[in-house]
């Protein structure tokens, strides 16, 4: 398995943006898809958005569409979440995962590796 670590979270006021930073280590990220995810308190975990190893193809949950951005730098072995115009109910913990399967998948079962999380809050 590859271990992974979040970073980027913080406090930001709505319409904001911020960066997430998901570092893999003890293997080559290029071998994985990866996804973010977050939870918000009191709920579940929600995908959030997907990418293939190659990063040609990524996905989105509808909420996140237009505003956030995954990307990836397998040289660096991290993958990125950038998130504009942020709204307070994007609150929560942003945890990224990995598979080695060869699409992201949006369920949060389908995922082997997972990070602790980094909290992002967004007030009004």
């Known amino acids: 398995q590859v271990q992974l670590v979040e970073s980027g979270g913080g406090l930001v006021q709505a319409g904001g943006s911020l960066r997430l930073s998901c570092a893999a280590s003890g293997r080559r990220i290029v071998d994985y898809s990866t996804g973010w995810f977050r939870q918000a308190p009191g709920k579940g975990r929600e995908f959030v958005a997907g990418?293939?190893?190659?990063?040609?193809?990524?996905i989105y949950a509808d909420s996140v569409k237009e505003r956030f951005t995954i990307s990836r730098d397998n040289t660096k072995n991290t993958v990125y979440l950038q998130m504009n115009s942020l709204k307070t109910n994007d609150t929560g913990i942003y945890s990224c995962?990995?598979?080695?399967?060869?699409?992201?998948?949006?369920?949060?079962?389908?995922?082997?590796?997972w990070g602790l999380g980094t909290q992002v809050i967004v007030s009004p």
């Open positions: 990418i293939t190893w190659s990063a040609h193809n990524a």
């Open positions: 995962a990995a598979t080695p399967k060869p699409l992201p998948p949006r369920g949060n079962d389908e995922y082997d590796s």
